[in-house]
Each structure stands twice: as C-alpha cells, then as structure tokens.
C-alpha cells in the first residue's frame, strides 16, 4: 500500500493508518513509527536550478510545489504540479525533478517502499545571487533570511533588494492538476 507523505502540511495532522479525505483523495499516512524514513534526494538540495532567460530578465524570486510519485527504488515515476513556478521555468522544474534520483522512503523495519512526496523547487533572485555571492549555482542558507513577498517594506539602503517566494503548495490542485509521467 502507498503511503502519501505530505511533508509539513499534513503529518501532524492525522494519527498513522488513519484515511483522511483531501480535497477528493484519501491520503492514509503511514510515517509515524520509530525508524519510518521519508524519500530523501541523494544530491545535495542547495544546488541551485537552472534559470529561464526570462527568469533571469525579471530577476524573480520563485518557488515550484509539485507532488511526487517515487518508487521503492527512489525513482520519481510521475509528477503533479501544486504551484507552478511562472518565468518559463515549468520544463526546467520537470527536467529537475525526473532527473533527481532519491533515496527510497523507508518503513519501520527498514525497508524501502514507493510513495508519494510533496516537493520544492525554489529559484532564488539570480542576480541578488550574483550579487551577493557572485555565482548562481547554489542556494546559500542566508536565503531563508530574505523577507517574504507581502511582509513590508524593504531595506532600501541594502544591496539588491529582493522579495522572497515563500509560497506554500496549493493542495486544492490534487483534484484538478494531470499527472504528467516520466518520459521513457
């Protein structure tokens, strides 16, 4: 049986083997156990994606939330987008995600089995990168300390300004979103 491992968003929320009904889909979770382990992406996360000319153009701030379906070998079979990134940075998300090999989630016992993870892809402002750090191609842990879109005013006086996406993913989109499936 497939375990739906809504990271963050609905973990705390239901007690293990419990059905719970989200917008039309009946999610049972099952990470509640000493020993369970999550599907995991064996390279490092902070590599920073590559970036759309017209990501770069606009110097956005995104982020892309997608549901993954990875099998018992951490390989991602399919995907279903929960948030799309905008800025022509939809083909490069699909060619991130289906390129990222994981490492399978685990059971209690320790043994790995398919499963279904919620996902993010954030593309930092390229050029505060560059400011900043000169290269673009990793995240540094000071991005978390950049203030949200919508959380007031800038500090002007600061080099490059920028907002952060810190949007969250949009469960309501399981219903409707197609899956698309990794390409053969």
Same mark, same amino acid.
């Given at each position: 049986m497939?375990?739906? %491992?809504v ?7 239901a007690s293990?083997?419990?059905?719970r009904?989200v917008r ?6 099952r990470?509640?156990?000493?020993? #369970?382990k999550?599907?995991t992406?064996k390279k ?6 590559? #970036?759309?000319?017209e990501?770069i ?7 892309a939330?997608?549901l993954l379906?990875?099998?018992d070998?951490?390989?991602?079979q399919r995907?279903?987008? %929960?948030?799309?990134?905008g800025?022509?940075?939809e =083909? ?13 989630a685990?059971?209690?016992l320790?043994?790995?089995q398919?499963?279904?993870l919620?996902?993010?892809i954030?593309w930092?402002?390229y050029w505060? %990168?560059?400011?900043? #750090?000169?290269?673009?191609?990793r ?15 800038l500090? %002007?006086d600061?080099?490059?300004?920028? #907002?952060r996406d ?6 309501t =989109? ?5 899956w ?5």
């Amino acid at each position: 049986m497939r375990a739906l %491992l809504v990271v963050a968003v609905l973990a705390s929320t239901a007690s293990a083997d419990e059905p719970r009904n989200v917008r039309g889909e009946t999610i049972i979770i099952r990470e509640h156990g000493p020993g #369970y382990k999550l599907a995991t992406p064996k390279k490092d996360p902070r590599i920073a994606p590559k #970036y759309s000319d017209e990501a770069i153009e606009r110097d956005a701030w995104t982020r892309a939330w997608m549901l993954l379906d990875i099998d018992d070998h951490g390989v991602v079979q399919r995907m279903k987008w %929960l948030k799309k990134p905008g800025y022509d940075l939809e =083909k490069i998300a699909i060619a991130r995600v289906f390129g990222t090999a994981f490492e399978p989630a685990r059971d209690g016992l320790g043994r790995a089995q398919s499963s279904m993870l919620v996902f993010p892809i954030e593309w930092p402002s390229y050029w505060w %990168l560059v400011t900043h #750090y000169g290269v673009t191609t990793r995240i540094p842990v000071s991005a978390g300390s950049v203030p949200c879109r919508g959380d007031g005013p800038l500090n %002007l006086d600061h080099a490059h300004p920028v #907002y952060r996406d810190c949007s969250v993913p949009d469960l309501t =989109k399981l219903d409707v979103e197609p899956w698309v499936v990794r390409p053969r």
